[in-house]
T-cell receptor, first 116, second 111 residues
Framework: EAGVTQSPTHLIKTRGQQATLRCSPISGHTSVYWYQQALGLGLQFLLWYDEGEERNRGNFPPRFSGRQFPNYSSELNVNALELEDSALYLC???????????????FGNGTRLTVT | SQQGEEDPQALSIQEGENATMNCSYKTSINNLQWYRQNSGRGLVHLILIRSNEREKHSGRLRVTLDTSKKSSSLLITASRAADTASYFCATDGGNFNKFYFGSGTKLNVKP
């Protein structure tokens, strides 16, 4: 099965601009999670979408937003970019599992966003 | 913060040695998971342990969980250079749909 795909791989933007990052989950997965990973640091939870709805949001300002489309792919938008938004943005999908809700996340390889 | 915290932050060993990394967390959990991240890439799920389990094995991996101490350990036996990566624990904070990651342990296995 094809894994989680993210595009673009790299994105360079100027402070104040907007960035759009895209994610296609594994076929059949309805949940999409977004994480921010600043260089050398851990993962900070951004957003969780399931069945087209935003289910949970991390401690990020409103200029971080997104959506999930009917085909379960997702988009992360970052408005008014700041230098500290430079990071690896990881998308993960999750589906049902025989274990029930104890199913793992499947990650894409991320989009490296650089804000200059 | 509900995030797990890994210890040590960095670990350097020789090929063939065992590597042990620890994770501590603050809230109750349903399960705890371990992931590996090769440099600059996405995370790969390694193993999941439920809150009612104390130990689990998968190949060269051994995970223990002590819910009374709110801690877990990941042991990689007979390490290989290919095990060089960052390792993260993820807890759910008692909510099956949440995943809280720590800051990771960076493992370097020298050939």
């Amino acid at each position: 099965e094809a894994g989680v795909t993210q595009s673009p791989t790299h994105l360079i933007k100027t402070r104040g601009q907007q960035a759009t990052l895209r994610c296609s989950p594994i076929s059949g997965h309805t949940s999409v999670y977004w994480y921010q990973q600043a260089l050398g640091l851990g993962l900070q939870f951004l957003l969780w979408y399931d069945e087209g709805e935003e289910r949970n949001r991390g401690n990020f300002p409103p200029r971080f937003s997104g959506r999930q489309f009917p085909n379960y792919s997702s988009e992360l938008n970052v408005n008014a970019l700041e230098l500290e938004d430079s990071a690896l943005y990881l998308c993960a999908s999750r589906g049902d599992h025989p274990w029930g809700y104890n199913s793992p996340l499947h990650f894409g390889n991320g989009t490296r966003l650089t804000v200059t | 913060s509900q995030q797990g915290e890994e210890d040590p932050q960095a670990l350097s060993i020789q090929e063939g040695e065992n590597a042990t990394m620890n994770c501590s967390y603050k809230t109750s959990i349903n399960n705890l998971q371990w992931y590996r991240q090769n440099s600059g890439r996405g995370l790969v799920h390694l193993i999941l342990i439920r809150s009612n389990e104390r130990e689990k094995h998968s190949g060269r991996l051994r995970v223990t969980l002590d819910t009374s101490k709110k801690s877990s350990s990941l042991l990689i036996t007979a390490s290989r250079a290919a095990d060089t990566a960052s390792y993260f624990c993820a807890t759910d904070g008692g909510n099956f749909n949440k995943f809280y990651f720590g800051s990771g342990t960076k493992l370097n296995v020298k050939p």
